[in-house]
T-cell receptor, first 115, second 117 residues
Framework: EPEVTQTPSHQVTQMGQEVILRCVPISNHLYFYWYRQILGQKVEFLVSFYNNEISEKSEIFDDQFSVERPDGSNFTLKIRSTKLEDSAMYFC?????????????FGPGTRLTVT | AQSVAQPEDQVNVAEGNPLTVKCTYSVSGNPYLFWYVQYPNRGLQFLLKYITGDNLVKGSYGFEAEFNKSQTSFHLKKPSALVSDSALYFCAVRDIDSGAGSYQLTFGKGTKLSVIP
């Protein structure tokens, strides 16, 4: 069964450093998402991406964040200058098509630790 | 705005007994509702969804959920729990009327299900 993959599984970085989290969505999916979960808190939406542009973003997704689909398979989340409060589990997801009725398929997550 | 509440942080049930994991939601319009399960070191796995139609929806691994519009609930159920069902369960909602291009899911905090042998 196809699945979303994410690398690395765990990333440790120092405050102020740039990090790139990588995702490979399911191959025939068209919509891509990033969510995050701070330890002990809810899974929160960050951004959705379709047709090479952001379709929606939350208030969390400020100028420090960016997303890119550099080729036909990868989808990346970049944090330019990490802060301690960026420490969280970051989940990538993809869905087959437009419309909120389509379920989103999630990757295993990248645990980001900012020290 | 849309929100989800999962009132129980943890649910314990004996193997073979029926289980229920509760979820209530709030949307301004009509909801799409989803249940996901997370096993240790794995991503969120889709279990089932309610879009329209029959209020009782069936999903993977013998799980089902009942949509109750008057109580704004979407409780997850299984007639007979297995030890392998032990995991973290998330309810999620999307407001159908939130506008074109808005497909974000709003999640509950999750409920840890422990099935005791």
């Amino acid at each position: 069964e196809p699945e979303v993959t994410q690398t690395p599984s765990h990333q440790v970085t120092q405050m102020g450093q740039e990090v790139i989290l990588r995702c490979v969505p399911i191959s025939n999916h068209l919509y891509f998402y990033w969510y995050r979960q701070i330890l002990g808190q809810k899974v929160e939406f960050l951004v959705s991406f379709y047709n090479n542009e952001i379709s929606e973003k939350s208030e969390i997704f400020d100028d420090q964040f960016s997303v890119e689909r550099p080729d036909g398979s990868n989808f990346t989340l970049k944090i330019r200058s990490t802060k301690l409060e960026d420490s969280a589990m970051y989940f990538c997801a993809s869905s087959e098509s437009a419309g909120g009725s389509y379920e989103q398929y999630f990757g295993p997550g990248t645990r980001l630790t900012v020290t | 705005a849309q929100s989800v509440a999962q009132p129980e942080d943890q649910v314990n049930v004996a193997e073979g007994n029926p289980l229920t994991v509760k979820c209530t939601y709030s949307v301004s319009g009509n909801p799409y509702l989803f249940w996901y399960v997370q096993y240790p070191n794995r991503g969120l796995q889709f279990l089932l969804k309610y879009i329209t139609g029959d209020n009782l929806v069936k999903g993977s691994y013998g799980f089902e959920a009942e949509f109750n519009k008057s109580q704004t609930s979407f409780h997850l159920k299984k007639p007979s729990a297995l030890v392998s069902d032990s995991a973290l369960y998330f309810c999620a909602v999307r407001d159908i009327d939130s506008g074109a291009g808005s497909y974000q899911l709003t999640f509950g905090k999750g409920t840890k299900l422990s099935v005791i042998p």
